[in-house]
């Protein structure tokens, strides 16, 4: 009963810009931490950022100033703003209720020229 669905994905050109979205469905969103991940192909899935209950938000390194994470509780939505994309960005991103083992299918984002 619990579904995330991830849309957005697609392919960009280096530097370019893409807005990832995810809506929640069966769950009280606006209490659970969020998060988004991605997986490169032959790498293991790894962690983008999370965004909070109350909208605070964490980034690893090597997305920090690029990339943006918001949400909105009344849509039961949540974003990934990623800017200023590479090439080592391409990879299928899924958000994720921390804590739930719940996960999204997953978007696919390529940057390539």
């Known amino acids: 009963q619990v579904q995330l669905v991830e849309s957005g994905g697609g392919s960009v050109q280096p530097g370019g810009s893409l807005r990832l979205s995810c809506a929640a469905s069966g769950i009280y969103f606006s209490i659970n931490r969020m998060g988004w991940y991605r997986q490169a192909r032959g790498k293991e899935r790894e962690l983008v950022g999370s965004?909070?209950?109350?909208?605070?938000?964490y980034y690893v390194d090597s997305v920090k100033g690029r990339y943006t994470i918001s949400r909105d509780n009344a849509k039961n939505m949540v974003y990934l703003q990623m800017n200023s994309l590479k090439p080592e960005d391409t990879a299928v991103y899924y958000c994720?209720?921390?804590?739930?083992?719940?996960w999204g299918q997953g978007t696919l984002v390529t940057v390539s020229s």
């Open positions: 965004i909070s209950s109350s909208g605070f938000t």
């Open positions: 994720n209720i921390f804590g739930s083992s719940v």
